[in-house]
């Protein structure tokens, strides 16, 4: 079975950064889209970043030129390279894969970005 795991989370202030992990336990990453996703509480998952099987990247509008997703394919690891970091990006943090039909998700890490 598939399972991801997520890390790097933490507090952190406005402006800083932060890096975030996902690491698969199986080889999915290199052929399959990966996507970060946020929920802050009392609102809607969204879509942060995704990343494709060939490289191509999205982001969402709120994230561009401040956010960068990229894949490890030797270690099986993708990340999510945060700066200027803003209190509005305080959520949990998940990973997300698509295998086929399936999808699969992490537990969440936690950032949270002070004032």
């Known amino acids: 079975q598939v399972q991801l795991v997520e890390s790097g989370g933490g507090l952190v202030q406005a402006g800083g950064s932060l890096r975030l992990f996902c690491s698969a336990s199986?080889?999915?990453?290199?052929?399959?889209?990966v996507a970060w996703y946020r929920q802050a509480p009392e609102k809607q998952r969204e879509l942060v970043a995704r990343i494709y099987g060939g490289g191509t990247t999205d982001y969402a509008d709120s994230v561009k030129g401040r956010f960068t997703i990229s894949r490890h394919k030797v270690q099986n690891t993708v990340f999510l390279q945060m700066n200027s970091l803003k209190p509005e990006d305080t959520a949990v943090y998940y990973c997300?894969?698509?295998?086929?039909?399936?999808?699969?998700w992490g537990q969440g890490t936690q950032v949270t970005v002070s004032s």
């Open positions: 997300n894969c698509a295998v086929g039909s399936a999808l699969f």
């Open positions: 199986g080889r999915i990453f290199s052929r399959n889209p």
